[in-house]
C-alpha cells in the first residue's frame, strides 16, 4: 500500500478542527542555509541525505546573498558525519527526491528541469531521473522520467514541479508529481507508475488523482510504501 501525504488548501475558505498537542522538537542547530529539498536515505544501514542545494554555502539568508537556481545542484551527505558523499550533478535542477533501490544496490533521483529559473509557472518542464551505483555514488547517468511536452498532457497545460518516487513490494514504482495546471490557475497533483525506479514511466489518467475536487490545491507531495497492508 502506497500512503501519501501532501498540504492541502481550499478555495472556497476553510474550517477550524481540534488538534493534537504537538509534540517537543528540540532544535540542535542549522545544516546549510542554501537547501531547497531534501530526502533522507538509508542505503545499507548508512544514511545519507539527498540535497538540492547551493554550489556555495548561502552565507546571508534567503534574499541577494543566496544563489539563484541556475546556481544549484544535487548531492549527498552523510548524516553522521557531515561530509558531502560521490559528486555533485544535476546543475541547475532542483524539486527533486531520491530512493534507493536494494534490489540492483542503485541510488535514484529524479530533479526537475526547466528552461527558466528560477522555475516559472506554466513552462514546458521534465523529470530527469539519475542513477548511480549505492558504493560510489559517482558517474551519474541520465534519462528523462517524465515530460510534459508528451501526449499524456493533452492541452500541454501542465507544469511539472515536486516529484516524491518510493518503491512497491508487488505494483512497482509510483511516483507523485506536484503540477501547475495552467487552465485552473492552482497547483494539483498526478501520478505516475513504472516497473522499476529507472522506468519507464507512465502518467495516469486524472480520474486516478489523489484529490479531484476542483476547489481544493493540492501541493509538496511525499510518497511511501507501506509493507503491512
Same mark, same amino acid.
Given at each position: 500500500?502506497?500512503?501519501?501525504?501532501?498540504?492541502?488548501?481550499?478555495?472556497?475558505?476553510?474550517?477550524?478542527? +481540534?488538534?493534537?498537542?504537538?509534540?517537543?522538537?528540540?532544535?540542535?542547530?542549522?545544516?546549510?542555509?542554501?537547501?531547497?529539498?531534501?530526502?533522507?536515505?538509508?542505503?545499507?544501514?548508512?544514511?545519507?541525505?539527498?540535497?538540492?542545494?547551493?554550489?556555495?554555502?548561502?552565507?546571508?539568508?534567503?534574499?541577494?546573498?543566496?544563489?539563484?537556481?541556475?546556481?544549484?545542484?544535487?548531492?549527498?551527505?552523510?548524516?553522521?558525519?557531515?561530509?558531502?558523499?560521490?559528486?555533485?550533478?544535476?546543475?541547475?535542477?532542483?524539486?527533486?527526491?531520491?530512493?534507493?533501490?536494494?534490489?540492483?544496490?542503485?541510488?535514484?533521483?529524479?530533479?526537475?528541469?526547466?528552461?527558466?529559473?528560477?522555475?516559472?509557472?506554466?513552462?514546458?518542464?521534465?523529470?530527469?531521473?539519475?542513477?548511480?551505483?549505492?558504493?560510489?555514488?559517482?558517474?551519474?547517468?541520465?534519462?528523462?522520467?517524465?515530460?510534459?511536452?508528451?501526449?499524456?498532457?493533452?492541452?500541454?497545460?501542465?507544469?511539472?514541479?515536486?516529484?516524491?518516487?518510493?518503491?512497491?513490494?508487488?505494483?512497482?514504482?509510483?511516483?507523485?508529481?506536484?503540477?501547475?495546471?495552467?487552465?485552473? +490557475?492552482?497547483?494539483?497533483?498526478?501520478? +505516475?507508475?513504472?516497473?522499476?525506479?529507472?522506468?519507464?514511466?507512465?502518467?495516469?489518467?486524472?480520474?486516478?488523482?489523489?484529490?479531484?475536487?476542483?476547489?481544493?490545491?493540492?501541493?509538496?507531495?511525499?510518497?511511501?510504501?507501506? +509493507?503491512?497492508?
Amino acid at each position: 500500500m502506497f500512503l501519501a501525504g501532501l498540504v492541502v488548501s481550499s478555495a472556497v475558505g476553510s474550517t477550524t478542527t +481540534a488538534m493534537p498537542a504537538r509534540p517537543n522538537i528540540t532544535r540542535l542547530g542549522t545544516w546549510d542555509l542554501g537547501l531547497v529539498e531534501t530526502t533522507p536515505i538509508n542505503v545499507k544501514g548508512r544514511l545519507l541525505l539527498y540535497v538540492n542545494s547551493a554550489e556555495q554555502p548561502c552565507s546571508q539568508g534567503a534574499g541577494a546573498g543566496c544563489p539563484r537556481v541556475a546556481d544549484r545542484n544535487q548531492r549527498f551527505i552523510d548524516v553522521l558525519t557531515g561530509e558531502t558523499v560521490g559528486e555533485a550533478f544535476g546543475h541547475g535542477e532542483g524539486l527533486g527526491c531520491a530512493l534507493f533501490d536494494a534490489p540492483s544496490d542503485t541510488v535514484y533521483v529524479y530533479a526537475t528541469k526547466c528552461a527558466a529559473a528560477p522555475f516559472v509557472k506554466g513552462e514546458t518542464c521534465t523529470v530527469q531521473v539519475y542513477s548511480s551505483s549505492a558504493g560510489t555514488l559517482r558517474g551519474w547517468s541520465q534519462a528523462t522520467a517524465l515530460d510534459a511536452a508528451d501526449g499524456w498532457n493533452h492541452e500541454h497545460n501542465t507544469t511539472l514541479w515536486n516529484t516524491s518516487v518510493d518503491r512497491g513490494k508487488v505494483n512497482g514504482t509510483m511516483m507523485w508529481v506536484m503540477a501547475f495546471e495552467t487552465d485552473l +490557475a492552482y497547483w494539483t497533483t498526478r501520478f +505516475a507508475t513504472a516497473p522499476s525506479p529507472a522506468g519507464p514511466w507512465t502518467v495516469l489518467d486524472v480520474d486516478r488523482n489523489y484529490i479531484v475536487d476542483p476547489t481544493l490545491e493540492t501541493a509538496d507531495p511525499t510518497l511511501r510504501y507501506s +509493507a503491512a497492508d
